[in-house]
Structure formats: structure tokens, C-alpha cells
């Protein structure tokens, strides 16, 4: 019974201590060539791109090198919110002491009716303890932090990543370049395109995220850091709903209030009708992302950003 009771007090300790740990440290241990420790490793940037997987997929990051002499990087989580986004923000300016010459924060409409929550568990683990406590802040103001949520965002969430970090390391260190994708994307072809489902009519706007956009441009401007607002093409059909529409004449509204500049997907001659640019209505194919990105530096240019 004694060497029982001490096993599970043994085990309970080491389970403690690791929690502990991951809540702490994992921001502080080396991931390569994606999130926030990674970009901050990089030292001075002229671009960096912060944003969800949208931007992962849609950016040739060797195009943005060799457009500014290697200082490119991309910051992006699956299913990135605005009010994560901007405790990123807040990560980068604390914790590092390089310079940036420009920031550039995705655009997406359908953003601001994502219920903030917990998207990705990399967002969590690329956070200090400060930052994390700050995005829990935001769940439970929302009413999005009961028990279950607690236990997934202190306990579980990235001790995966933790237990597996030599085996996934070397996987993700290869699978990606400066927060970029670098596997040969295909397109899913016109009929997969053309056909597949999906229904936003529901969705609703969350106060929450277009307060945290407007959070995002109040601290660019206070903190004098040079920023802009970039919207990738989507695949026409979901740029085309009605819906998509309405949030984003909600957010060109939002923009010109605060008259910040912008990148819009209409601003730059790419072709979103073309299924050979597309894997789905919003990630691009490889042929596309490099498309779009020699385009946006082009644009970018004459408009003396870079």
C-alpha cells in the first residue's frame, strides 16, 4: 500500500511538474522555422506576415527572400483569431528587440465572426505565461473558459508536443521554412472546387474580434510600427457569397475609420476563377501561391512599402 500511495504521489509530481513547464517554458523552447520564438531568432525583418493558415499556404516565402535580401517570416496558427493576434502582437514587441519594417496582419471577414476560442494548440505553446494568462482572459470574458477548456488549455493542450519534441521537431522543421509551407501543394481540380460544401449563412459578428482588430492598429500607431491589413484571394465562389460580402464591406468600413492602408484581394490582378491556383476555397495550390506572391511584391513595390 506504501510503495502504492508513493508511486502516485511520484507520478502526480512529475505530471505537476511537467504542466508547470509547458505553461512556463514551451515558449522558450526552439521550434524551427515557424512561430513567434522562430521569428523573434531571425533578429531585423522588412516583412512580417502574421496571420492564420491562409497566409501559411498562400505565401511563397523564397519570393518574399529574395524580394527583401532573406528578412521575410510568417507567423500563422490554424484557424488564427483577432484576439489572438493581437496578444501576438504584444509577444513580439516584449520579447524581442529587433526591428520590423513592416507588419502585415491578415485580412479575412469571416474572422470576425469566429468565436474566440482555442484554435490551435500552437498558439498556447508559442506564448509566455504572461501572454497566455492575457489570451484566457479573452475565453473567459467571451464565457468560453469553464473546466473542460481549463484543462485543455493549462494541461493537455501541447504536452503532446512536449513528450514527442525530438521525434516532431525534425517532422516540422522540414515540413516548413521561415512559417511558410514548402510541400508541392496540387490543386483539388475545377469539380472538387466547384462542388465543394460550404455554408456561412449563419455566422454572426463577434464584438470581441473587431475589437481586437481595432486593439491591433491602436498599438501599431502607438508603438510608431509601420502595418497593413492583407486580404489573400479567395476561391471566387466563397469571395462571391453574400455573406462574405457583407463582413467585408463591414471590415473596408472598419479600415477606413482608422484610415489604415490595405491590401485587398481585388487590388492585385490574380485570377480567383482559376482551379489550378486553388487546393480549396481559401489555401492555395503551390502554382498559385507563387502567382500571387510575385504579384504582391510587385505591388507592394509601387506603392514604396518595400
Not at 476560442?117 to 469553464?146: H, M, T
Not at 463577434?206 to 502607438?222: F, G, L, P, S, T
Request: with cysteine; proline share 3%; aromatic share 12%.
Amino acid at each position: 500500500m506504501k510503495k502504492t500511495v508513493i508511486s502516485l504521489l511520484t507520478a502526480l509530481i512529475v505530471i505537476t511538474a511537467a504542466v508547470a513547464f509547458k505553461n512556463v517554458y514551451s515558449c522558450e523552447i526552439p521550434i524551427g522555422n515557424r512561430g513567434i520564438r522562430a521569428a523573434i531568432k531571425e533578429g531585423d525583418l522588412d516583412l512580417l506576415f502574421i496571420g492564420s493558415s491562409t497566409f501559411r499556404s498562400n505565401l511563397n516565402i523564397h519570393t518574399l527572400d529574395e524580394a527583401v535580401n532573406d528578412r521575410a517570416f510568417i507567423i500563422s496558427y490554424g484557424g488564427n483569431q483577432y484576439a489572438a493576434t493581437s496578444i501576438q502582437y504584444d509577444e513580439i514587441k516584449k520579447r524581442s528587440k529587433a526591428g520590423y519594417g513592416l507588419m502585415v496582419f491578415e485580412l479575412d471577414p469571416l474572422m470576425l465572426t469566429e468565436e474566440v476560442k482555442l484554435s490551435d494548440s500552437r498558439v498556447i505553446w508559442d506564448l509566455s505565461f504572461d501572454g497566455k494568462r492575457a489570451l484566457w482572459g479573452k475565453l473567459k470574458n467571451e464565457g468560453n473558459a469553464g473546466l473542460p477548456v481549463m484543462y485543455e488549455y493549462f494541461v493537455t493542450s501541447g504536452m503532446d508536443d512536449l513528450i514527442t519534441y525530438p521525434v516532431t521537431e525534425r517532422f516540422y522543421s522540414t515540413r516548413y521554412y521561415k512559417g511558410a509551407k514548402t510541400d508541392d501543394t496540387k490543386s483539388s481540380g475545377k469539380e472538387f472546387l466547384e462542388n465543394e460544401q460550404f455554408d456561412i449563412s449563419d455566422s454572426v459578428l463577434i464584438d470581441a474580434q473587431a475589437d481586437a482588430v481595432r486593439e491591433v492598429i491602436e498599438k501599431c500607431k502607438r508603438d510608431s510600427q509601420p502595418f497593413i491589413f492583407l486580404e489573400s484571394p479567395h476561391y471566387y465562389r466563397l469571395e462571391d457569397d453574400p455573406v462574405y460580402v457583407e463582413y467585408h464591406k463591414y471590415f473596408v468600413d472598419l479600415m477606413n475609420e482608422y484610415d489604415v492602408e490595405c491590401v485587398y484581394a481585388h487590388d492585385i490582378d490574380f485570377d480567383n476563377h482559376e482551379p489550378d491556383f486553388y487546393e480549396d476555397m481559401s489555401h492555395m495550390s503551390s502554382k498559385g501561391r507563387t502567382v500571387y506572391t510575385e504579384k504582391l511584391v510587385d505591388l507592394l513595390r509601387s506603392r514604396g512599402l518595400l
